[in-house]
């Protein structure tokens, strides 16, 4: 009986115990589940509120992105009707990307897949030239197939930002002029196509097929995955899913509270039932926790003396420096400590005598010698001659903290070597920071400038209107993202122009707290500007005042991207943009090019392409046209052509060349009147002695006593007195017959004999002598028989006239040939006359000038001319004997015909 009503008792006293336990969990679960239902509930009416508003953020991006093809379709539309140009382009792509944020670059991409337009004009991502990228053709070509527009992947451009392309077919009915590219940004998709608010309510994100994020508007607040909403955005459709995702509120208390204070006051209940239980358990206890404390800390735990000695140490000491805790008692403290830190620990241990509780940071050594830093705190108890101390490892912190020291001062020495200013003002544009960069730039020093308010100290009075607009854009956040200029004005009042570029200064916790400027110094980028637009200016003013027409045409296209006002005059003033051919420029064959132009690079540049005389199949007209390839502002590769009109200048060159050869005749016809008695008396000769060799072989045969061998002598002797009359007419008839100039390969000996031969005729009437000084075995010479030979036979009766008034046996005449190297040959005629005076060599070769009382002057100006026709040189020298020597040069057959090489 006594048992079992122990046994009573004791179950009794455990369902005591036990009941108020249960209740309280029946009442917490009960009350946990009433309040799930009813904030499930109102989950389920947020995610319906998330879906309205995901599909109408949707319905409003799907908006933007067909009122982007509307205007790429119009462009599209202009530029087939050849209804848009590149400065219009430029303007219409320029001004719509600034107004679409979301778009990045507004491309036109020619059907042979090359990058011709693009804008804005200072883009990286997208120049001139460029070909399509593997994934970019698909899209390239599907929009030219369906006729409408089409959107590519996205994907990673160079620049590490996730792009979205769309391609709006460009066509002139049939024809496929390419394609309208523009370039969205999906970042910017997600920031710039939905409103402000709807970044404050979630976390809009762009997902791809794959599932994988492409862009997000904000990454920082955290989100509840619970109240979201996906749906799939068409356009561009490729598996594009938009999905928003409800923030969490900035405090999950209100929703928390009622499970919290459900939980909190059951925990509170049974915590005063699990109090009563455990506070005898707690005392008996107590004991092993303390030592269980002491040997279980992460901390070094020890007591040591007032003595400096330490008396007991726990074993996070093993754990830290190495040193087991049964070593160390009986061992001073000063032993494991510094010795640069022992001074400093010897004052804390004295503080430590006089009862100050310490706590200080020395380096402690290790077993195996290596130092750790150790934050000390040390309390005494005098009565017990103790102290008792808690060291924490701080080794990492000060290694941090050294990191972070080192990182400022590397910051801090960034920021003063960079040469841009950097302002930063607060939400009421008070002055919060400036570097020292902008102190040098606004001449005013950082304590002038700090806390300072508008107007600033550095405005200029004539701007402060301007000044006081700029600050409230920035204030209100509508700044440009390009910045804008301002004038500024230095301490010493100096002005100069800046450029500052704005951006929201975010402290730690994500709030704005001002903003912060950029200024660049833009005064001499400004007036080299200027200077280049007004040297540009002169250029244009100087290329239209150019007679000759100037133009540059693309060297692959043949499009025509600049012309003067000669070239338009001439070609029509819409000549630009136009092909090259399309216009009748007088321009050479492919084949007459060194290289073909449509294949050269940027690395072949600079070229000559072509020099040469053209004439106009149109008009008529002759050209000098020089082409040279060069590299256009843009990059690539274009020919620049100049044609000078040389209609005139031909002309009159071929006036001068018929009028020339006349005078040439005429000079041979006088030189030949001149000498027509002389050659009658030289002809009367031979045909007085065939005369009477005929008459003598009559006589002996009348007279019958003729011999053969007689006979024969004397029609031999008669037959060459024929021969040399014949030779004498064939040899004038040559010279004075018209002809055109026949260059060939001729033997200077046989030229200088014939002359010769004409010339002793009245050299033996003058009493004077020709000696012929010719070397041997010379070269042949590339000339006109009968030109060379009026040259000479001219110099020597100028030379025989020239030594007319000398004694009979003085007058002796040198014709002397030699050769000077293998590419040229000499012909030298050396008279003994009176000479030729300084004053009469300089206008020796002036037409109608002579020193003959009876000549033409024209003589000396023609033997020049022929000789020049003939790529030589005829130079008057003096003769050291007396006279005058008149020498020429002629080039051989082997140098003409290297010179013909070269040529062609």
Not at 89 to 110: D, H, K, M, P, S
Not at 869 to 882: K, T
């Amino acid at each position: 009986m006594p048992h079992f009503s122990d046994s009573g008792r004791f179950g009794q006293a455990r369902w005591y115990w036990t009941a108020p336990y249960v209740a309280v969990g029946i009442f917490a679960l009960t009350m946990l589940a009433l309040v799930w239902l009813l904030q499930a509930r109102d989950v389920e009416t947020q995610r319906n509120a998330v879906a309205r508003d995901v599909q109408w953020a949707e319905q409003t991006m799907r908006l933007h992105m067909q009122a982007t093809e509307e205007f790429l379709g119009q462009a599209a539309r202009d530029l087939a009707a050849d209804a848009l140009n590149l400065d219009g382009f430029q303007v219409r792509a320029n001004q719509y990307i600034a107004n679409n944020g979301e778009l990045v670059n507004i491309v036109w991409v020619g059907p042979e897949e090359v990058v011709r337009w693009s804008a804005p004009f200072d883009t990286t991502d997208w120049l001139q030239g460029d070909p399509l990228s593997a994934n970019q053709t698909e899209a390239f070509y599907r929009a030219r197939d369906l006729g409408r527009a089409a959107y590519g992947e996205a994907y990673m451009n160079p620049r590490n930002r996730m792009v979205l392309e769309v391609y709006v077919p460009v066509r002139h009915g049939r024809e496929f002029l390419g394609a309208i590219v523009g370039v969205y940004s999906i970042d910017r998709m997600v920031r710039h196509l939905v409103p402000s608010w709807f970044d404050e309510k979630y976390r809009l994100t762009l997902l791809g097929a794959n599932g994988d994020t492409l862009a997000a508007n904000s990454g920082v607040r955290a989100i509840d995955e619970s109240v979201s909403y996906s749906i799939a955005l068409d356009p561009p459709g490729n598996g594009l899913t938009l999905r928003a995702t409800a923030f969490r509120t900035a405090s999950q208390l209100p929703q928390m509270l009622p499970t919290a204070m459900i939980v909190g006051l059951s925990v509170i209940v049974l915590w005063t039932l699990w109090l009563l239980r455990t506070h005898v358990q707690r005392r008996v206890q107590v004991e092993k926790e303390r030592d269980r404390l002491f040997n279980l800390s992460l901390d070094l735990l020890c007591i040591v003396g007032l003595d400096g000695v330490f008396r007991r140490a726990n074993p996070a000491f093993e754990r830290i420096l190495g040193c087991s805790p049964d070593d160390l008692p009986g061992r001073p403290l000063l032993d494991i400590v510094h010795a640069d830190d022992v001074p400093f620990a010897v004052d804390q241990l004295r503080r430590l005598a006089d009862g100050q509780p310490v706590s200080f940071e020395i380096r402690c050594r290790g077993v195996d010698g290596s130092f750790k830093w150790l934050d000390w705190s040390i309390n005494p108890v005098r009565e017990e001659k103790l102290v008792y101390a808690v060291a924490h490892d701080i080794t990492g912190r000060k290694a941090a903290e050294e990191a972070l020291r080192a990182e400022t001062t590397f910051r801090k020495a960034m920021e003063e070597s960079v040469i841009t200013g950097m302002r930063a003002i607060d939400l009421t544009g008070r002055i919060i920071y400036v570097n020292s960069a902008f102190c040098r730039m606004v001449g005013f020093e950082q304590e002038e400038l700090l806390g300072s308010k508008p107007p600033f100290p550095y405005w200029p009075p004539e701007d402060l209107e301007q000044c006081w607009q700029n600050l409230d854009l920035t204030l209100q956040g509508r700044a440009p993202v390009s910045g804008f200029e301002m004038r500024v004005r230095r301490k010493n009042g100096e002005r100069l122009d800046a450029r500052f570029y704005l951006s929201p200064l975010i402290d730690s916790t994500g709030t704005q707290v001002g903003w912060m400027a950029s200024a660049t110094d833009i005064t001499e980028p400004k007036r080299i500007r200027a200077a280049l637009e007004s040297a540009h200016e002169r250029f244009e003013a100087v290329i239209d005042g150019l007679d000759a027409a100037v133009f540059v045409a693309d060297a692959r296209t043949d499009e025509i991207l600049f012309a003067n006002r000669a070239f338009k005059s001439i070609h029509g003033f819409d000549a630009v943009g136009r092909t090259v051919r399309g216009v009748a420029v007088p321009q050479p064959e492919r084949g007459d090019y060194p290289v073909d132009p449509r294949g050269l690079t940027p690395a072949d540049l600079p070229r000559e392409l072509f020099d040469g005389e053209l004439q106009n199949p149109l008009s008529g007209r002759w050209y000098h046209v020089r082409e040279h390839a060069t590299r256009w502002v843009d990059g690539r590769v274009v020919r620049m052509g100049i044609a000078t009109d040389v209609t005139e200048r031909k002309q009159t060159a071929e006036v001068s060349r018929q009028q020339a050869e006349r005078l040439q005749r005429t000079s041979r016809l006088i030189t030949m009147g001149e000498m027509a008695s002389t050659l009658a008396h030289e002809l009367n000769q031979p045909l007085s002695a065939i005369a009477n060799y005929c008459m003598g072989c009559v006589t002996r045969i009348q007279g019958g006593n003729a011999r053969d061998e007689d006979l024969l002598s004397a029609m031999q002797k008669a037959s060459f007195q024929a021969e040399r009359a014949g030779k004498i007419i064939r040899r004038i008839r040559e010279f004075v017959k018209k002809s055109e100039p026949r260059r060939g390969a001729v033997q200077i000996s046989e030229v200088l004999d014939d002359a010769i031969g004409f010339a002793e005729i009245d050299a033996r009437r003058m009493s004077s002598r020709i000696v012929s000084e010719v070397a041997p075995d010379l070269p042949p010479v590339f000339a006109d028989r009968i030109m060379i030979e009026q040259v000479v036979l001219n110099l020597v009766k100028n030379g025989i006239d020239a030594m007319s008034d000398l004694p009979a046996e003085h007058r002796v005449l040198v014709v002397r040939a030699r050769a000077l190297g293998p590419r040229a040959v000499e012909v030298a005629v050396i008279d003994r006359g009176h000479g030729i005076g300084e004053e009469e060599r300089s206008r020796l070769f002036t037409p109608f000038y002579t020193t003959k009382t009876e000549g033409m002057g024209m003589g000396l100006n023609i033997c020049r001319s022929i000789i020049e026709f003939h790529d030589g040189r005829l130079i008057v020298d003096d003769n050291p004997e007396g006279g005058t020597i008149f020498s020429f040069t002629l080039p051989t057959e082997i140098a003409s015909e290297r010179a013909a090489v070269r040529r062609a």
